[in-house]
């Protein structure tokens, strides 16, 4: 069974810090990553995307992608009070069935004025 | 640009009634669609997704079903609804398989 796991939190850091949110998944066959927010009560929504090893940068924001160790992360810096929610790390498969979208437990982040 | 429709936003239910929610995607032609559900304090459980007209694929048995009776409408149903079956609901799509996925507003459904 193909999984995705993140660490639930809370995790709590100060605001300006840098936030650390980490992901791993169960298939070497991973071909596509997804970093959502979701606010308490809202649907997720969408903050970036990976493909390939490495880091991608968007703003506060930088996922990096190990395939090698089947590890993503979300780096998040300067945090704010609003970037207060849980995390969502989604993984799709190759060769999976078409739309196999599968969504880790998240973590909760908790920024602190 | 494309924008997805979901409703009711909340619904409460006695056990037994049935149930029916409806997603509607627009602005964008044979999307891929999904059904999830989000138990309290849970992640998001993959129920049903589709890639097109009558294509309904289960991700997990229960008393749940759904139907794709036209290219972007999307419905989840059940004839007897349980207890468990409380939770928020989900409903999003994506353009090709493997991309990122947009949800709607999610539909809160308690079963009292």
């Known amino acids: 069974q193909k999984e995705v796991e993140q660490n639930s939190g809370p995790l709590s850091v100060p605001e300006g810090a840098i936030a650390s949110l980490n992901c791993t998944y169960s298939?070497?066959?991973?071909?596509?990553f997804f970093w959502y927010r979701q606010y308490s009560g809202k649907s997720p929504e969408l903050i970036m995307f990976?493909?390939?090893?490495g880091d991608k940068e968007d703003g506060r924001f930088t996922a990096q992608l190990n395939k090698a160790s089947q590890y993503v992360s979300l780096l998040i810096r300067d945090s704010q009070p609003s970037d207060s929610a849980t995390y969502l790390c989604?993984?799709?498969?190759?060769?999976?069935?078409?739309?196999?979208?599968?969504f880790g437990k998240g973590t909760k982040l908790s920024v602190k004025p | 640009s494309q924008t997805i429709h979901q409703w009711p936003a909340t619904l409460v239910q006695p056990v037994g009634s049935p149930l029916s929610l409806e997603c509607t995607v627009e602005?964008?032609?044979?999307?891929?669609l999904y059904w999830y559900r989000q138990a309290a304090g849970r992640g998001l459980q993959l129920l049903f997704y589709s890639v097109g007209i009558g294509q309904i694929s289960s991700e997990v048995p229960q008393n749940l079903s759904a139907s794709r009776p036209q290219d972007r409408q999307f419905i989840l149903s059940s004839k007897k609804l349980l207890l468990s079956d409380s939770g928020f609901y989900l409903c999003?799509?994506?353009?090709?398989?493997?991309?990122?996925?947009?949800f709607g507003q999610g539909t809160r459904l308690t079963v009292v």
């Open positions: 602005g964008t032609s044979n999307p891929n």
């Open positions: 989604a993984v799709t498969w190759y060769g999976g069935s078409q739309g196999n979208l599968i």
């Open positions: 990976i493909y390939s090893n």
């Open positions: 999003a799509w994506n353009p090709t398989p493997n991309t990122e996925a947009f």
């Open positions: 298939d070497r066959g991973s071909q596509s």
